[in-house]
């Protein structure tokens, strides 16, 4: 059932009414039932990128992995900024339904979602226009080159639709609805693993039969996502322009610190593949391997801090601090509990993930490491996420930005460093483990005076 319904008054139309439903209710249930949700659709798109890589590797071509290796580095960027301005349309949609204001909410998706056109195409055109030279400062070489530059110049042209389906997305969650946000993750896995084999093999497109079949898939979840805005909640119109540079405003307090925040990651993570670097091409096939399991085994937690922000943008929305704090301590608790989960699975079945990958000597050592309980410090990293999350919703993105640019140089630069003079590869993955304990034990305390000070700011809303 939508979260916009109509009811009929003494009016010849229907008026949508608001309806908040993180704002009442169990915090736990909403957490469960929004995190599950979004990690059935990270799930599913983690697979149909590990089978898009499948297909090509049937052909043959080594050069097409490399090649995709080299894309995946620039339009990683590109994603990032995607994800950013998704947050910031996910918390301005979710305070203004926890206000219940219906006319806001609708002005502010179509502001927002104006915004990101004005935003996504420029970048598209930027990098589109750079592609070689930006593939020169990676340094690829020819053919992968040639094969990198296909691959993008197609997938590129994407790139609008993936911002705005992730922006709907978003929405989806902003609302409450947790189905309809896991469908349109689904609709674009299911359209690309069909359309993957046919425009590879069957039109024998190869590498740029991969790209067209990623664009289509994100063509369809924008579209699917613009029907569910349009059809199925009535939260699509005609701008206002009278008030757009006042949502423009309030967007962009949560947009730009999410996008800053996002671009801040691939810093912390080249650092310490270059550190594996130095102990040869076992380590970082080691620190290669890992960084595949953590997203499949911990996709919980990615999706955790997708979810939890709505809930605690509603319920800032309507000034019931007291459950913004229950968020925190019941998604805390979420974390610990599928943590020791996903732990307890890796260190069952290390022996045969070293087997399924053919690791050996420091790759193998690494692995086993991670699976006999360095895998834990994703207790650190969930707390970490969901922080964040709770300060991109609780109008404090820039803390997000500070907390996510130290994790990634003060909390792992000394500490990689460290370790690795103590415990070479394995003691790199030991002093991230200190530095994700230690950010995250900060982000805690700051999130809590956060919450405990949005009284003072903020007026309780009479009963």
Same mark, same amino acid.
């Given at each position: 059932?939508?979260?916009?319904?109509?009811?009929?008054?003494?009016?010849?139309?229907?008026?949508?009414?608001?309806?908040?439903?993180?704002?009442?209710?169990?915090?736990?249930?909403?957490?469960?039932?929004?995190?599950?949700?979004?990690?059935?659709?990270?799930?599913?798109?983690?697979?149909?990128?590990?089978?898009?890589?499948?297909?090509?590797?049937?052909?043959?071509?080594?050069?097409?992995?490399?090649?995709?290796?080299?894309?995946?580095?620039?339009?990683?960027?590109?994603?990032?900024?995607?994800?950013?301005?998704?947050?910031?349309?996910?918390?301005?949609?979710?305070?203004?339904?926890?206000?219940?204001?219906?006319?806001?909410?609708?002005?502010?998706?179509?502001?927002?979602?104006?915004?990101?056109?004005?935003?996504?195409?420029?970048?598209?055109?930027?990098?589109?226009?750079?592609?070689?030279?930006?593939?020169?400062?990676?340094?690829?070489?020819?053919?992968?080159?040639?094969?990198?530059?296909?691959?993008?110049?197609?997938?590129?042209?994407?790139?609008?639709?993936?911002?705005?389906?992730?922006?709907?997305?978003?929405?989806?969650?902003?609302?409450?609805?947790?189905?309809?946000?896991?469908?349109?993750?689904?609709?674009?896995?299911? +359209?690309?693993?069909? %359309?993957?084999? &046919?425009?590879?093999?069957? @039109?024998?497109?190869? *590498?740029?039969? #991969?790209?067209? =079949?990623?664009?289509?898939?994100?063509?369809?979840?924008?579209?699917?996502?613009?029907?569910?805005?349009?059809?199925?909640?009535?939260?699509?119109?005609?701008?206002?322009?009278?008030?757009?540079?006042?949502?423009?405003?309030?967007?962009?307090?949560?947009?730009?610190?999410?996008?800053?925040?996002?671009?801040?990651?691939?810093?912390?993570?080249?650092?310490?593949?270059?550190?594996?670097?130095?102990?040869?091409?076992?380590?970082?096939?080691?620190?290669?391997?890992?960084?595949?399991?953590?997203?499949?085994?911990?996709?919980?937690?990615?999706?955790?801090?997708?979810?939890?922000?709505?809930?605690?943008?509603?319920?800032?929305?309507?000034?019931?601090?007291?459950?913004?704090?229950?968020?925190?301590?019941?998604?805390?608790?979420?974390?610990? +509990?599928?943590?020791? %989960?996903?732990? &307890?699975?890796?260190?069952? @079945?290390?022996?045969? *993930?070293?087997? #399924?990958?053919? =690791?050996?000597?420091?790759?193998?050592?690494?692995?086993?490491?991670?699976?006999?309980?360095?895998?834990?410090?994703?207790?650190?990293?969930?707390?970490?996420?969901?922080?964040?999350?709770?300060?991109?919703?609780?109008?404090?993105?820039?803390?997000?930005?500070?907390?996510?640019?130290?994790?990634?140089?003060?909390?792992?630069?000394?500490?990689?460093?460290?370790?690795?003079?103590?415990?070479?590869?394995?003691?790199?993955?030991?002093?991230?483990?200190?530095?994700?304990?230690?950010?995250?034990?900060?982000?805690?305390?700051?999130?809590?005076?956060?919450?405990?000070?949005?009284?003072?700011?903020?007026?309780?809303?009479?009963?």
């Amino acid at each position: 059932m939508s979260l916009l319904q109509c009811q009929r008054v003494n009016r010849p139309f229907h008026v949508p009414i608001m309806q908040a439903k993180f704002t009442s209710g169990s915090i736990l249930r909403h957490v469960c039932t929004m995190t599950f949700a979004s990690t059935a659709g990270l799930l599913s798109l983690f697979t149909v990128d590990f089978l898009d890589m499948y297909w090509l590797s049937l052909l043959g071509q080594m050069q097409y992995a490399a090649a995709i290796g080299y894309a995946s580095s620039i339009l990683f960027f590109t994603l990032s900024l995607s994800i950013g301005l998704s947050i910031g349309c996910a918390a301005t949609v979710s305070h203004s339904v926890g206000e219940g204001d219906v006319d806001r909410t609708r002005k502010i998706v179509v502001h927002a979602m104006l915004t990101i056109v004005g935003i996504t195409v420029p970048v598209m055109l930027v990098v589109f226009f750079n592609i070689d030279t930006l593939l020169q400062w990676l340094g690829a070489g020819e053919p992968a080159r040639g094969y990198a530059a296909a691959y993008m110049s197609i997938v590129l042209l994407s790139y609008p639709l993936l911002a705005l389906a992730m922006a709907c997305a978003g929405i989806m969650r902003a609302l409450g609805n947790a189905k309809h946000a896991m469908l349109l993750t689904l609709v674009g896995a299911i +359209v690309n693993a069909v %359309l993957d084999p &046919l425009f590879i093999f069957g @039109f024998g497109w190869d *590498i740029e039969g #991969a790209a067209a =079949a990623t664009a289509l898939a994100r063509a369809a979840m924008l579209a699917y996502g613009i029907w569910l805005l349009k059809a199925n909640n009535n939260l699509l119109g005609l701008p206002d322009f009278s008030v757009y540079w006042r949502d423009l405003r309030e967007y962009c307090q949560t947009a730009i610190p999410a996008v800053l925040t996002n671009l801040s990651t691939p810093v912390g993570v080249a650092y310490v593949t270059a550190s594996m670097a130095s102990y040869g091409t076992g380590a970082v096939a080691g620190w290669a391997i890992i960084s595949k399991l953590q997203p499949l085994a911990f996709a919980g937690l990615f999706a955790l801090s997708g979810s939890i922000g709505p809930i605690a943008g509603q319920n800032l929305g309507a000034r019931n601090f007291s459950r913004i704090l229950d968020t925190l301590k019941q998604s805390v608790n979420f974390t610990l +509990v599928y943590c020791a %989960l996903a732990c &307890l699975v890796l260190l069952l @079945f290390n022996r045969f *993930i070293v087997s #399924a990958f053919h =690791a050996s000597g420091d790759a193998a050592q690494l692995i086993r490491y991670f699976c006999y309980g360095l895998s834990t410090m994703f207790v650190f990293n969930g707390i970490t996420f969901l922080t964040n999350a709770l300060f991109n919703n609780l109008r404090a993105a820039h803390w997000a930005t500070v907390f996510n640019v130290l994790k990634a140089t003060v909390f792992t630069i000394p500490f990689v460093w460290f370790g690795a003079k103590i415990a070479g590869p394995v003691g790199i993955l030991a002093g991230l483990y200190a530095g994700s304990a230690l950010i995250a034990v900060l982000g805690i305390w700051a999130v809590l005076y956060k919450i405990r000070e949005l009284p003072n700011k903020l007026k309780v809303k009479p009963s």
